[in-house]
């Protein structure tokens, strides 16, 4: 079992920036794929940043350039960096861990993983 603690969420106003944490604790997690993924009221699901257990990362469209997503070693923490927001970044982001395989956004293991946070709130006003 792996335990995800997100934080950091909040209301900001488009054009600023948020840094979400994520804390990792459990069973031996060290190798799997590890990110977050929002959802918005009446939206699907939408991974928006991965990263692989040696660094690799993949970001959405929608975020890239704007988003930063890091660890630290041993991946105790995870961290994504959000500049630049705008009102359609407003969700609830979720940590998750999927199990080693394929790490990127696009192939949905992060949204579909037993293995999430609570979640925390992202607001951003025009």
């Known amino acids: 079992q792996v335990q995800l603690v997100e934080s950091g969420g909040g209301s900001v106003q488009s054009g600023g920036s948020l840094k979400l944490t994520c804390a990792a604790s459990?069973?031996?997690?060290?190798?799997?794929?590890m990110g977050w993924f929002r959802q918005a009221p009446g939206k699907e699901s939408e991974a928006v940043a991965a990263?692989?257990?040696?660094?690799?990362?993949s970001y959405a469209n929608s975020v890239k350039g704007r988003f930063t997503i890091s660890q630290d070693n041993p991946r105790n923490t995870l961290w994504l960096q959000m500049n630049t927001l705008e009102p359609e970044d407003s969700a609830n982001y979720y940590c998750?861990?999927?199990?080693?395989?394929?790490?990127?956004?696009?192939?949905?293991?992060?949204?579909?993983?037993?293995?999430r946070g609570q979640g925390t709130q992202v607001i951003v006003s025009p």
């Open positions: 459990g069973n031996p997690y060290s190798s799997y794929c």
């Open positions: 998750a861990a999927a199990w080693p395989g394929p790490c990127t956004v696009e192939v949905g293991r992060l949204i579909n993983s037993p293995y």
């Open positions: 990263i692989s257990s040696d660094g690799r990362t």
